[in-house]
Nanobody, 117 residues
Framework: QVQLVESGGGLVQPGGSLRLSCAAS????????MGWYRQAPGKQRELVAV???????NYADSVKGRFTISRDMAKKTVDLEMYGLKPEDTAVYYC???????????WGQGTQVTVSS
């Protein structure tokens, strides 16, 4: 079983920054395509950023240039640094990973990010 635990959400003013962290219960060598998704009220969950096992990154157009995804293999974490936050970034942010051997997707419980003045 894989557990993903997010942290770092909160309330921030427009233009501010936050750093989200996702801690995995297993080595992230076995987790492919770790990423961050978000879901705003009344909207579908959407991809924000993903990092492949090879280290390649992909971002939603709406966050390119403002968000950066990174991983620390030793700490078993995947982080999302968010700058220049906008009210439209308000959502619950979820961490997701695919376990290669088990061939199953796992999700964290989510962390709330609210951008408001």
């Amino acid at each position: 079983q894989v557990q993903l635990v997010e942290s770092g959400g909160g309330l921030v003013q427009p233009g501010g920054s936050l750093r989200l962290s996702c801690a995995a219960s297993v080595s992230i060598f076995s987790l492919h395509d770790m990423g961050w998704y978000r879901q705003a009220p009344g909207k579908q969950r959407e991809l924000v950023a993903v990092i492949s096992s090879g280290g390649r990154t992909n971002y939603a157009d709406s966050v390119k240039g403002r968000f950066t995804i990174s991983r620390d293999m030793a700490k078993k974490t995947v982080d999302l640094e968010m700058y220049g936050l906008k009210p439209e970034d308000t959502a619950v942010y979820y961490c997701k990973a695919h376990h290669v051997v088990i061939n199953k997707d796992y999700w964290g419980q989510g962390t709330q990010v609210t951008v408001s003045s």
